[in-house]
């Protein structure tokens, strides 16, 4: 029988004979969150369901796998794909160490395409290990909720069957969305991007975030033409506007053409390839055109309206601060509740969720000082707040510290691309609000200075850090001068 649930302090109070359920959680949805909540509540002594969709790299509604969106069509193969791309300035500038290279080095786009499925499909059966060693029982087929406390899958044959749970987490995730474009069924999403028969020649990427600059840095380092669209003075919004600019530059000088504060008005197949107009009347041609422009919740199909359970405006599943719905046997955790959109905090809340309800232990998903990366080429990460972000919520002066440096690779190499870092500090406590940093290792450094955030840690306890030399990561314990002081109240700008 499952542990009881504290909420703020308070014991559920059961019924005098508890009623008899075929499991003491279900969970639809095995990507990241759903699994490690299944697992951890599995750990906590619970009966454990979950079901998921059969496995296909390209997700549909009837189609998905074990794993998820970041393993099997999301971070992990873009990753792949991203060290792939890299290789090709790396052996660019191997020249300059020494290494003799044939003027002409050949790219096999399919050799990496299939090391990219094979890797997706290994992670696929490591997930539904994991899922049958901690005694988790898997259901693949479609899953709705038909009741507070019974689901129905739809299995692989089309037969239905209702399984009752005592609780129930929904942690579908989110799916790639398509702007109203005319033509926009010529254009693909990243879903398809990960999977593309052929490499292209010509890319256009519409897009600002994330995903966007992504693709472009992969194509543009496999040798494509890419044409990046945004509607934004810079990409990234929500980014820190300086590393933003940063990262403009940085996919300028790789050779991607940018083109800001620009959108597209329709797509025309011709013989040609894809014909792309844009609000400024231009006109380019494309083999592939990627639209980047946003994820929705996957709630469309799980009934959960029609038992009660709210949605925000978007689709999204609206959630305390337990993860716990307005039906109280009913929760939700990761993109599908649109909250941070990223696949640690998904696990995050997983674990939260398990600890609540099967654990005893109530607790909190904490949203502060979570690092990111954007795996762009070089990469930017952050933690914290942004310059912006600082300014807005500071009552007190904010300094601001930074260094751009040629990274001693680039010496001898001679590519000319800066590293960019930077904190961001509390004038009065000198405590560090945020940091930032585009260069090569980005992630790799900020997850360090992530836990040195989470900390509480003051400009003055990184200054007595000693570094590590010769290393980039050094330039956060050096920074000794104050770059600009922000006074109280001053008004930011927002590109």
Not at 20 to 42: E, K, N, P, Q, T
Not at 158 to 178: C, E, F, M
Not at 210 to 239: C, H, N, Q
Not at 298 to 305: A, D, G, I, P, Y
Request: charged share 25%; glycine share 10%; with cysteine.
């Amino acid at each position: 029988m499952a542990r009881k649930m504290l909420i703020d302090g308070e014991l559920d109070k059961p019924s005098e004979e508890d009623t008899h359920f075929d499991f003491d959680l279900f969970v639809i949805g095995a990507g990241s969150g759903g699994v490690r909540a299944s697992r951890f509540s599995a750990q906590y002594g619970a009966k454990v369901g979950i079901c998921e969709l059969p496995f296909h790299p390209i997700s549909t509604e009837v189609v998905g796998g074990v794993g998820g969106t970041c393993v099997l069509r999301g971070c992990v193969p873009k990753k792949i794909l991203v060290y792939g791309a890299s290789f090709g300035s790396e052996l660019e500038d191997a020249r300059s160490y020494g290494w003799e290279l044939n003027e002409r080095i050949d790219f096999n786009w399919k050799k990496l395409l299939h090391k990219k499925t094979e890797e997706i499909v290994r992670l696929n059966g490591i997930y539904k290990r994991l899922l049958a060693n901690a005694g988790v029982k898997l259901f693949e087929g479609q899953g709705k909720v038909v009741g507070p406390n019974e689901v129905e899958l739809i299995q692989l044959d089309g037969t239905k069957i209702s399984y009752s749970a005592k609780h129930i987490l929904i942690a579908t995730g989110s799916r790639a969305q398509r702007p109203a474009i005319q033509g926009q069924e010529l254009a693909i999403t990243s879903d398809e991007a990960l999977s593309l028969e052929e490499l292209p020649k010509r890319a256009i990427v519409l897009g600002g975030g994330y995903i966007a600059v992504e693709f472009a840095s992969i194509w543009r380092g496999m040798g494509a033409t890419v044409d990046l669209f945004f509607r934004k003075e810079l990409p990234l919004r929500g980014f820190d506007d300086e590393v933003r600019a940063v990262v403009a530059r940085n996919l300028e000088g790789r050779g991607v053409n940018v083109h800001p504060r620009t959108t597209l008005t329709e797509l025309v197949k011709t013989e040609d390839g894809i014909k792309v107009r844009t609000d400024h009347g231009e006109e380019l041609l494309a083999d592939v055109v990627l639209f980047a422009t946003g994820r929705a919740p996957n709630t469309k199909r799980l009934n959960l309206e029609a038992v009660g359970v709210e949605l925000d405006k978007n689709g999204a599943v609206k959630v305390d601060d337990y993860s716990r719905t307005n039906i109280p046997t009913i929760w939700a955790i990761g993109d599908v509740t649109d909250r941070m959109n990223l696949t640690p905090v998904a696990l995050m809340e997983g674990t939260c969720f398990a600890k609540t309800v099967f654990g005893g232990q109530p607790s909190k998903p904490d949203y502060s000082s979570v690092p990111c990366a954007v795996f762009c080429i070089p990469p930017l990460s952050v933690v914290g707040l942004s310059e912006e972000k600082a300014i807005e919520q500071a009552n007190g002066d904010v300094l601001v510290f930074t260094s751009t440096f040629n990274p001693m690779k680039n010496t001898i190499s001679g590519r000319q691309e800066k590293t960019v870092m930077k904190l961001v500090v509390d004038g009065e406590t000198d405590k560090v609000l945020g940091a930032s940093m585009c260069g090569p290792d980005a992630a790799e450094i900020m997850q360090g200075i992530a836990v040195a955030l989470k900390c509480g840690a003051t400009k003055a306890q990184f200054d007595s850090t000693v570094g590590i030399h010769p290393s980039a990561a050094e330039e956060f314990v050096t920074m000794r001068s104050v770059t600009r002081r922000i006074a109280a109240g001053k008004p930011k700008t927002n590109l």
